[in-house]
Nanobody, 123 residues
Framework: VQLVASGGGLVQAGGSLRLACPVS????????MGWFRHAPGKEREVVAV????????RYADSVKGRFPISRDNAENTVYLQMNTLKPEDTAVYYC?????????????????WGQGTQVTVSS
């Protein structure tokens, strides 16, 4: 499975970015998908995850209401729309795929990872 995250960049606080992660190599709809981030000096943390059926989505408290996650199973792509960005959202953002039965927020449960895309929010 190959995942390629894109869409990061430098944006001012209050701005928006849309991350995309096309997936190839396996049947995309078989995987739960997640976005995670890793900021300097901090542990990797979940941002949002979405079930293979698109019925279930889970979010970190810090991004609820700002970062909707979505997926297009026909396009084999998962998205993260990032609105009202804050400086504390600055991090490298990773997409990941999980073969497991539940929509987990634990990064250790994810089987495949993309290379990451840098998001920098200036104040």
């Amino acid at each position: 499975v190959q995942l390629v995250a894109s869409g990061g960049g430098l944006v001012q606080a209050g701005g928006s970015l849309r991350l995309a992660c096309p997936v190839s190599g396996r049947i995309f709809s078989n995987y739960n998908m997640g976005w995670f981030r890793h900021a300097p000096g901090k542990e990797r943390e979940v941002v949002a995850v979405i079930s293979r059926s698109r019925i279930t989505a889970r979010y970190a408290d810090s991004v609820k209401g700002r970062f909707p996650i979505s997926r297009d199973n026909a396009e084999n792509t998962v998205y993260l729309q990032m609105n009202t960005l804050k400086p504390e959202d600055t991090a490298v953002y990773y997409c990941a795929a999980d073969w497991g039965p539940t929509t987990t927020v634990d990064p250790r449960d994810y089987d495949y990872w993309g290379q990451g895309t840098q998001v920098t929010v200036s104040s």
